[in-house]
């Protein structure tokens, strides 16, 4: 998959290594794992921008998130189709009695997604979580789960046949690969079971991106614009699927949220399935700019926030960290074309 739009120059290492300041962000809940989110930040020329992959992911797929940045700090961008996106409560694998708690931080927020399949949780964990946040929000919102893979074929045709009753819009990555995806979806038709397919890391971690739709393994995507290598990449691959989307961040701060708020705004007519991932600035207890990108009222406008200085600084990352994430800028960089 080519990691720029042909044509297009990537700006020179040092004036990006100049552009690049490092943060390092506790979470309000410790999120798959995460309790400290680190993001190295660009004051690029045409604004903020973010390279964010989460440290275990290797070089090659951390080019793609790079791409992302630079192509959002310096290039123009496809114009925006709507003004506000609606977004959902993103509920991490916290137990029941937290639940409101979270939800209380997704202001107006008529959808939930609650993760499940958490390493050394319970089914019966799960249960109760998505339960809590049916009694929280009432028997008219929308309730999605996310299982990041975490499940074989054979556990998750039973976990959603124990969940379905709840209610749930869809089942975001169930099994890890395609063939499971499928396995999942064609097992759920058998059994009568109204939950939707929504393929996440089977597009964004994939070589071939479209190969899940090809295989008619999911009933939606999950696209995410750093991991995709950026807005024009991520809208031309939604074309070539011609499945609707949700757009998600992966914890990002509101540098990242504004590249996924862009995204979602540049979709066509009718390529959004509801409301979108993209409020999870609410789970950082901080953020890179003064005016956060938060849900006000289930929603968040689409704009493009200037970094703050004094935020900058108060969540700068220790020197060495700073040092790692320089270092594997450079590395990803050799990686982009040309």
Not at 24 to 49: H, K, N, W, Y
Not at 103 to 132: S, Y
Not at 169 to 189: K, N
Not at 205 to 216: I, N
Request: neutral net charge.
């Amino acid at each position: 998959m080519e990691l720029r739009p042909a044509g297009s120059a990537r700006p020179p290492l040092d004036a990006v290594l100049d552009a690049m300041r490092v943060v390092a962000i506790p979470t309000r809940t410790r999120f798959r794992g995460v309790t400290v989110r680190e993001a190295a930040l660009f004051d690029a020329p045409l604004g903020a921008s973010e390279f964010s992959p989460f440290p275990e992911y290797g070089d090659a797929e951390a080019a793609a998130w790079l791409a992302a940045a630079l192509d959002f700090g310096w290039r123009e961008q496809p114009p925006p189709r709507r003004e506000r996106i609606a977004v959902n409560a993103t509920v991490p694998a916290v137990p029941a009695a937290e639940v409101p708690g979270i939800l209380a931080r997704f202001p107006g927020c008529r959808t939930a997604k609650v993760k499940v399949a958490e390493r050394g949780q319970t089914l019966a964990e799960d249960a109760a979580r998505v339960g809590a946040v049916r009694a929280a929000l009432g028997p008219d919102a929308l309730i999605r789960i996310d299982a990041n893979g975490g499940w074989t074929v054979t556990e998750a045709l039973a976990a959603l046949e124990a969940l379905a009753p709840a209610g749930l819009d869809y089942a975001e990555q169930p099994c890890a690969d395609v063939p499971g995806l499928a396995a999942v979806r064609s097992g759920l038709r058998a059994r009568g079971i109204p939950v939707r397919i929504a393929a996440d890391e089977s597009v964004r971690k994939a070589e071939d991106p479209l190969a899940v739709a090809r295989a008619g393994a999911a009933d939606l995507l999950i696209v995410k614009a750093q991991p995709l290598g950026g807005i024009g990449r991520a809208l031309g691959i939604v074309a070539e699927a011609g499945l609707p989307v949700v757009v998600s961040s992966a914890l990002d701060t509101s540098v990242g949220i504004a590249m996924g708020l862009r995204l979602a705004a540049a979709l066509p007519d009718g390529a959004l399935a509801g409301a979108c991932g993209l409020g999870t600035a609410a789970l950082l207890a901080g953020d890179v700019v003064a005016d956060p990108l938060l849900p006000v009222d289930g929603a968040i406008a689409v704009r493009r926030p200037a970094l703050d200085p004094e935020r900058l600084e108060r969540h700068r990352a220790r020197p060495e960290r700073e040092a790692w994430w320089r270092e594997r800028v450079r590395r990803a960089y050799a990686l982009l074309p040309a």
